[in-house]
């Protein structure tokens, strides 16, 4: 009798630690050297597929800590989690707290199509979400993100993996006199540094918004998500 544990995010696999054997980390297997090590990878076949899992493997809760704009898999344990009345556990880390200078995008394509042409954007949005860029060639942009993307509009590339320190991003931005920083709002440190770097050098923020998702009880700490296993464990 284990625990689902939808990875994808730093608290992921800080849980899947914490935790220990109770749970089974799942990775859909996008990251070719992830930090943590997962016990099965890759997609399970849409909702179906995760049907047919969960009771395979005799799963009695789900932990969806896939990273805040991973919807689609989001939406999949909702929906396995209502038709087989498995207890679903939402851990989110909160989004950063919108500014008035702020630019929110309610989607990608929005965030696109906000970019000034002659910009010269930093893009952060991850190697997955390019495709709107993709179609715009009237500004240069610094993308970066962990894995290589297939394509990348037109500038530069820089493969990095968080945390950044603020300096870090300051230097960057300065370096190439970067006009407009492109994020999704995801929260948490390890990324927030470039948001402080945009205000104190007065580089437009283009945030896109989350997706909505269904409701789930959700808690935001680590701590909050093992205290809902234990009281899980005690009711099975
Ligand atoms: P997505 O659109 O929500 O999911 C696409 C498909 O990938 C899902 O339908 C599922 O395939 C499979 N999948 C996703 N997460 C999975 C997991 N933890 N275990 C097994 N299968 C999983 O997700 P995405 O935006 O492509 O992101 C893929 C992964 O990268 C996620 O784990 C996410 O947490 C992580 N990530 C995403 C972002 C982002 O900005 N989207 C950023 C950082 C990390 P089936 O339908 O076949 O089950």
Excluded at 175 to 185: A, E, F, G, R, Y
């Amino acid at each position: 009798m284990s625990i689902l544990l939808l990875g994808g995010s730093s608290e992921a696999t800080q849980l899947a630690k914490a935790l220990g054997p109770q749970a089974v980390l799942s990775l859909a297997g996008v990251t070719k050297k992830p930090v943590a090590t997962p016990h099965r990878t890759g997609g399970f076949g849409g909702v179906e597929g995760l049907l047919q899992y969960l009771s395979a493997e005799n799963i009695v809760a789900i932990i969806d800590a896939t990273h805040p704009f991973a919807a689609q898999m989001s939406r999949h344990a909702a929906a396995a989690a209502a038709q087989t009345g498995l207890p679903l556990l939402r851990l989110e880390r909160p989004s950063w707290p919108p500014t008035a200078s702020w630019r929110m995008a309610p989607d990608l394509a929005s965030a696109a199509a906000a970019l000034p042409a002659g910009a010269r954007a930093f893009l952060t949005v991850g190697s997955r979400s390019l495709t709107p860029f993709l179609a715009r060639t009237d500004f240069w942009c610094l993308t970066r993100a962990i894995e290589p993307p297939r394509q990348c509009p037109p500038g530069q590339l820089l493969i990095q993996r968080p945390p950044f320190t603020l300096e870090g991003e300051i230097a960057l931005l300065k370096t190439h006199k970067i006009s407009h920083l492109v994020s999704k709002n995801a929260g948490g440190a390890a990324t927030s540094a470039k948001l402080e770097a945009a205000r104190l050098l007065g580089v437009e923020v283009i945030m896109v918004q989350r997706p909505p998702l269904p409701a789930a009880p959700t808690v935001d700490s680590i701590a909050g998500a093992v205290t809902w296993v234990a009281q899980i464990k005690g009711k099975t």
